[in-house]
T-cell receptor, first 115, second 116 residues
Framework: GAGVSQSPSNKVTEKGKDVELRCDPI?????LYWYRQSLGQGLEFLIY????????KSGLPSDRFSAERTGGSVSTLTIQRTQQEDSAVYLC?????????????FGPGTRLTVT | KQEVTQIPAALSVPEGENLVLNCSFT??????LQWFRQDPGKGLTSLLL?????REQTSGRLNASLDKSSGRSTLYIAASQPGDSATYLC???????????????FGQGTILTVHP
């Protein structure tokens, strides 16, 4: 079946602009995660959603970052007033459940470049 | 705070060699450990997932072991091939009930190059 998809694959934006990144998880997966991969920082957790529970936002680096998940499926990560340090690859993952021995499946990522 | 370390940072081997990648973690209260492969410019592909109660998992030429009490895991690749060239990442998922539950904590990765 289809895997996790993300759009756009690449995004170049000017400093100060807002951007939206989209993630379509695997159908039937209730848990959805956002991670960021940047040079020197490795892969770091940003936020996850599990069903109708309140999301875990503990990894969001600042209040310029927000995410929502509509209808328990598609998720959008929004970065307001982008800064150059926001340049990174943003990866989305999904799993069948948050709990239990379920693998997280990753999308191809969105490469964000802030100029 | 959980910290995951991978050694070596980079490895270059000739085709056909058996090799071992190492992963260590500071907090042994993990639910499971997952090994991933990442090709340049691509997302992550899950290779193996080991539950905290398991000692090892095998898939083809790959074998991953887990020693939870000592905070270590190894990924063994047999008869390496040029197509195995990629970055290998290990990640741990914290036990239920903690503030870190659900999220994966990643190591920095090992860049593997297998030359013909």
């Amino acid at each position: 079946g289809a895997g996790v998809s993300q759009s756009p694959s690449n995004k170049v934006t000017e400093k100060g602009k807002d951007v939206e990144l989209r993630c379509d998880p695997i159908s039937g997966h209730t848990a959805l995660y956002w991670y960021r991969q940047s040079l020197g920082q490795g892969l770091e957790f940003l936020i996850y959603f599990q069903g109708n529970s309140a999301p875990d936002k503990s990894g969001l680096p600042s209040d310029r970052f927000s995410a929502e998940r509509t209808g328990g499926s598609v998720s959008t990560l929004t970065i307001q007033r982008t800064q150059q340090e926001d340049s990174a690859v943003y990866l989305c993952a999904s799993s069948f459940l948050l709990a239990g021995a379920y693998e997280q499946y990753f999308g191809p990522g969105t490469r964000l470049t802030v100029t | 705070k959980q910290e995951v370390t991978q050694i070596p940072a980079a490895l270059s081997v000739p085709e056909g060699e058996n090799l071992v990648l190492n992963c260590s973690f500071t907090d042994s209260a993990i639910y499971n450990l997952q090994w991933f492969r990442q090709d340049p410019g691509k997302g992550l592909t899950s290779l193996l997932l080991i539950q905290s109660s398991q000692r090892e998992q095998t898939s083809g030429r790959l074998n991953a072991s887990l020693d939870k009490s000592s905070g270590r895991s190894t990924l063994y690749i047999a008869a390496s091939q040029p197509g195995d060239s990629a970055t290998y990442l290990c990640a741990v998922k914290a036990e239920a009930g903690g503030t870190s539950y659900g999220k994966l904590t990643f190591g920095q990765g090992t860049i593997l190059t297998v030359h013909p």
